[in-house]
């Protein structure tokens, strides 16, 4: 049974950081391409950031670019998101879903795999 669990959310002011985790069980997991995805209250999902286990190619929003870093940990079936100078608009819920072909950046619309999310509140 493919499961992912996402952790690491909470409360934290502007500024501030917080490392979420993926873990996964299930699957192939250094064969996939596994993403951040997240979704505001009125939004749409959008596409945070991507990782291919593979190679450690990558993807990030522009809005994330030199603030996020995702990074996988082959050997514990883990994927992270590390989040510096978090911002009110980085509020959301994250998921992280799971591909054996690809990440689909925009919304992760596709993706095979999906785990609950995790609540990442940022105050101002």
């Known amino acids: 049974e493919v499961q992912l669990q996402a952790s690491g959310g909470g409360l934290v002011q502007a500024g501030g950081s917080l490392r979420l985790s993926c873990a996964a069980s299930?699957?192939?997991?250094?064969?996939?391409?596994i993403g951040w995805f997240r979704q505001a209250p009125g939004k749409e999902r959008e596409g945070v950031s991507c990782?291919?286990?593979?190679?450690?190619?990558?993807y990030y929003r522009d809005s994330v670019k030199g603030r996020f870093t995702i990074s996988s940990d082959n050997a514990k079936n883990t994927v992270y998101l590390q989040m510096n100078s978090l911002k009110p608009e980085d509020t959301a819920v994250y998921y992280c879903?799971?591909?054996?072909?690809?990440?689909?950046?925009?919304?992760?619309?596709?993706?095979?795999?999906w785990g609950k999310g995790t609540q990442v509140t940022v105050s101002s």
């Open positions: 879903a799971a591909d054996p072909l690809f990440c689909a950046v925009t919304s992760g619309d596709g993706m095979d795999y």
């Open positions: 990782i291919r286990t593979s190679d450690g190619d990558t």
């Open positions: 299930g699957f192939r997991f250094d064969n996939y391409a």
